[in-house]
């Protein structure tokens, strides 16, 4: 089929019509369909069930350094749990301490903590007349609500296949210093599924910040989570790059279980340099007597070691695998050849990141929710929810079922062929009003 | 045997030499105990064993409401929880928030969100330039530990065997707009285990902040805690109380099961009206996705209802009462007599408090210590660690297994005796000196 750019005002009128007709033929089947957020679906859920009962009436519920894990103390977490979490992003243990459910709330608590009491002796954050963060978008929505929330201005840096635009990430970075840090997944990017270069991790480490008290927020997320087994991404360790590169306490490493075993149900952990997770543990002392070590145990016992992981990540892939690949497959017999808009073949992670023509993303996201089918907010990757292009949409396969998926996907396919019409339509339109 | 008061100073210094010798002794045992902190026993964590396989690999993890536990998602918590903790304390399930393992992280959160973000749209306490707590004294070390951490002023309210010395309360938080909060240990105090009276209860529920954003932040955290099967004191339910006297917004509950199944791996839950749990759900939709279900499911399939959670807290109590009473003993058997110290016989909680001769409590714990033998800090029951009289002690009998409990109050109660001897022996010698 020709691209829609290359036909003529009657050619999209025709087919308009005839695009119409079939979306009123979804509406019809009244679908109650969700592609919208990074949920692992039943089957993924179901290969961590062994876990629930690995703890039982007869266990052995000390840990290898002679804790009770039933009751209170150990703050750090169990010293095997950390060595675990620690081999799956190559940290030693002494530099990582757990968390409790989820690295969302790490990541929350550290903001927190720098807004009222700084960072390691910085002035508190809240006492200032400007911080800023870096936020490279499409990104992460929950990061940004973090910051939005603490009234952080989020300043939008522009993505590339190898991670951040770190032409602007260094002028920032290193000029202003109500700059105190950035928002990184540097694995399988949200949604793009892109992985920073080795040179975008290494002109990271090599950051001269204008701001002490600046920090990397390294939201490791998808560090074990490869689509493929053999084309599984690693990319350097930051914080031995940072300590190469002379910026030892730069950087906060967020890591969590969420989408290893149960999401939700997880263990999180922070990695980071010994003075900062030194200031980390005079919050702790006070906000909590323990994290749930139950749970530490829990994981440790099913997760075991690294290979194992990987292992079990392998048994995720063999489920995640097809349904990417399956609207990947909808996405270029629907769409390619009417170049209506652009998307990512990602190796990892949990997102299709797909680029509308401009002015599109919100009204393909309305069309589709009409058709029954729920996707992520258009804008949602972005500072403010505000995509300045109004382009980009994340798919989020992993929840439905594959046929579900599948009619969803084509849904989606359809509602971008209506809309781009239109927009094409409206353009001939006033093409022809000016002429 | 006569009172220490009666003595002459050569009785006292015959007393004294007895003691020494008996010190020694001790010493040369090279004890290792604890009575430092309200951690339950190994035959009490045994109680809860069955919960951890509760849930199994053939489990339905679907709670009444559909949600499947393993999943992200119910912020707030399964509905069926919520009517459990709820049902603890006297609150329907609307008025409830799951929170994670820790009801101090929840206290922590509060006061760390009013910093930043205020009250319901109060200023944030951040941004004014005196927030003032009220502490009633002596009290729990880590409420202190938090409002200390926060550069929160903290006030001193004594205790009585009512509750708070409501007229100092009512006096402070009335006029005195800085007042934004008071902690509270409503039932079985600690470490006294005095009961509020309904009075104080109805006191607190009858205050007229001079503060809109005065809070009461009442720690239930031996609500089903006690002692003696017949012998279990209910209190007024705060929030309609609160609501009854026109203050609907004006208290924070806070409830954990860290004490009734696994301490550390338990689940804790914020109680409070509408308004305070919408403002609450703002922050909580930034901070987290959720709580761990999978924990909180356990917990209801375990507990099942109050009645049932009833039942196993007089298990624990059959372990508690023998080494409450057994610690009790000691002191009548040793110290009665000799008028050195007085202290409470709780039906509940986790505490005996001790009261030495003023000027005592620090070089006590110091001489215990010595002898191998734990305590909690003298003056830790204090905001700032510091006891005006230095007398009050912590006893936690909870840890220790009967006979190491009894060896270590016998260790207790022979340095309360030195250390009074002492006292009363250089006292009697600057009055020789002055005579």
Same mark, same amino acid.
């Given at each position: 089929?020709?691209?829609? $750019? ?15 007709? $079939? ?26 069930? !062994?876990?629930?009962? @690995? ?25 095997? +749990? ?10 030693? #243990? ?31 954050? +809240? ?24 009234? @952080? ?23 202003? !210093?109500?700059?105190?840090?950035? =928002? ?6 949200? !949604? $793009? ?24 927020? =390294? ?49 999180? #952990?922070? #990695? ?23 749970? $530490? ?19 995720? #892939? ?24 652009? =998307? ?43 995509? !300045? ?25 359809? +509602? ?20």
């Amino acid at each position: 089929m020709k691209a829609y $750019q290359n036909m003529t005002y009657d050619e999209l009128l025709s087919e308009k019509e005839a695009l119409e007709a $079939q979306y009123k033929e979804v509406k019809e089947q009244k679908l109650n369909l969700n592609m919208a957020r990074g949920k692992p679906s039943k089957a993924q859920l179901a290969l961590s069930m !062994p876990m629930l009962d @690995i703890l039982n009436s007869e266990s052995d519920i000390m840990d290898d350094e002679g804790n009770d894990c039933r009751n209170y103390g150990v703050m750090e977490g169990l010293l095997e +749990c950390r060595e675990l979490i620690g081999s799956l992003v190559g940290v030693p #243990a002494e530099n990582v301490i757990m968390g409790g459910n989820s690295s969302l709330n790490s990541m929350y608590n550290t903001i927190s903590r720098s807004m009222t009491h700084g960072v390691n002796g910085s002035t508190p954050w +809240c006492k200032l007349d400007s911080v800023k963060f870096l936020c490279p978008a499409p990104g992460y929505d929950r990061h940004f609500a973090i910051t939005e929330f603490f009234g @952080i201005t989020m300043i939008t840096i522009p993505m590339t296949e190898d991670g951040p635009d770190m032409d602007m990430v260094e002028h920032y970075v290193n000029t202003d !210093p109500a700059v105190k840090g950035i =928002w990184c997944v540097p694995k399988y990017t949200n !949604p $793009q599924g892109y992985v920073y270069s080795d040179e975008t991790v290494r002109r990271f480490a090599r950051l001269k910040p204008a701001a002490e008290d600046f920090r990397i927020f =390294w939201d490791n997320a998808y560090c074990v989570h490869h689509l493929y087994e053999d084309k599984q991404i690693e990319i350097p360790e930051i914080l031995s790059e940072c300590a190469a590169a002379g910026n030892p306490d730069m950087v906060y490493e967020f890591i969590s279980t969420s989408k290893i075993t149960f999401a939700g149900s997880g263990v999180a #952990a922070i #990695a980071s340099s010994k003075n900062n997770l030194d200031f980390i543990r005079k919050q702790m002392t006070v906000m909590t007597i323990s994290h749930d070590k139950m749970n $530490q145990l829990r994981h440790v016992r099913f997760l075991k070691d690294a290979a194992n992981v990987n292992a079990h990540m392998m048994k995720h #892939a063999e489920i995640m695998r097809p349904k990417f690949e399956a609207v990947l497959q909808v996405l270029d017999e629907e769409l390619k050849d009417l170049e209506v808009g652009s =998307w990512i073949k990602p190796l990892g992670g949990y997102f299709i990141s797909f680029d509308a023509l401009e002015g599109c993303a919100k009204a393909i996201v309305a069309k589709v929710k009409e058709a029954g089918v729920i996707m992520t907010g258009a804008g949602a990757a972005y500072p403010y929810g505000k995509d !300045p292009k109004d382009s980009n949409i994340r798919i989020a396969p992993s929840l439905p079922p594959l046929e579900e998926l599948v009619s969803a996907a084509k849904v989606f396919a359809l +509602c971008v062929k209506l809309v781009s019409v239109e927009k094409y339509l409206s353009e001939k339109a006033s093409e022809t009003k000016a002429g």
